[in-house]
């Protein structure tokens, strides 16, 4: 088997390893795998040795350089998708809402964690409205404090 084949399958793995960890690193050693398959076939790498220098070289300085980047760009995307249904809505405290802390309140059947958009506490049995979703946590606020 050639040196530009395994360089490949080695490229080909790497993309297989960062499909299934979503972590931005083997998408770097990918390119530094095919960077050195298409060297190794031009003839520029012959030897091991400059094919694994050139492999380390190419996967450190594309991780060093283009990782922060990605990984701004993959949290801004997600931040366009974030689940925003239940803002607006109205829900119920059924354990009062400390003003550094959680409460509970009852919304669509379920009891939710709820913490205060302004940091003031809220009593039990108000009614507020859900201003975000922040993971399984609802910010909420009262109604005359709403904007």
């Known amino acids: ?60 300085l594309s991780l060093l350089a283009l990782r922060k980047p990605l990984l701004q760009f993959s949290r801004r995307k997600n931040k366009s998708l974030e689940y925003s249904e239940y803002v607006g809505d109205k829900a119920t405290v059924v354990q009062t809402i400390p003003s550094d802390g959680e409460g509970r309140v009852f919304y669509r059947g379920t009891e939710w964690i709820a913490l205060t958009q302004k940091g003031h506490p809220i009593a039990m049995g108000s009614s507020v409205i859900i201003k975000q979703l922040d993971g399984i946590k609802l910010i ?7 904007e």
């Open 1 to 60: 088997m050639d040196s530009t084949q395994i360089w490949v399958i080695v490229g080909v793995a790497m993309l297989i390893a960062e499909l299934l960890s979503v972590t931005f690193v083997f998408l770097f050693l990918s390119v530094g795998a095919f960077v050195t398959a298409i060297l190794s076939w031009t003839g520029l790498t012959p030897t091991v040795n400059s094919q694994l220098f050139c492999f380390s070289v190419v996967s450190v």
């Open 140 to 146: 909420v606020s009262e109604p005359e404090t709403a």
